[in-house]
């Protein structure tokens, strides 16, 4: 297996079960092109620093914020599709599970 085969399983894994996470969530993903991070749009009811503060201290999630990616006109999360896929899989539910108790 070439390393640019794993990693391209390894984000096709990722992204095919945030797809399913995403479904009747609160959260959107926006068009993903390619590359390695996905974008999610999250209710606007924290800012983008409430939210990446909050999903550490509450659901042990490391996410960025989308200012760091000049992403100002909304409230959105970049989370990492290289992520291992247990690890992405456990993140993305407790992001989920964050947003539907806000």
């Known amino acids: 297996d070439s390393i640019q085969g794993r990693i391209r399983s390894r984000i096709q894994t990722n992204l095919a079960r945030l797809n399913e996470l995403l479904l009747g969530a609160r959260i959107h993903m926006l068009h993903c092109e390619g590359g390695w991070s996905a974008i999610l749009r999250v209710p606007h009811m924290l800012s983008e620093e409430e939210w990446i503060t909050r999903l550490l201290r509450e659901s042990s999630v490391i996410a960025q914020p989308g200012y760091f ?20 899989s456990t993140g993305m539910e407790r992001i989920v599970a964050f947003s539907q108790r806000l």
Not at 69 to 88: I, N, P, Q, R, Y
């Open 69 to 88: 990616f000049d992403m100002h006109d909304g409230t959105f999360l970049m989370v990492s599709l290289l992520t291992a896929k247990e690890t992405f």
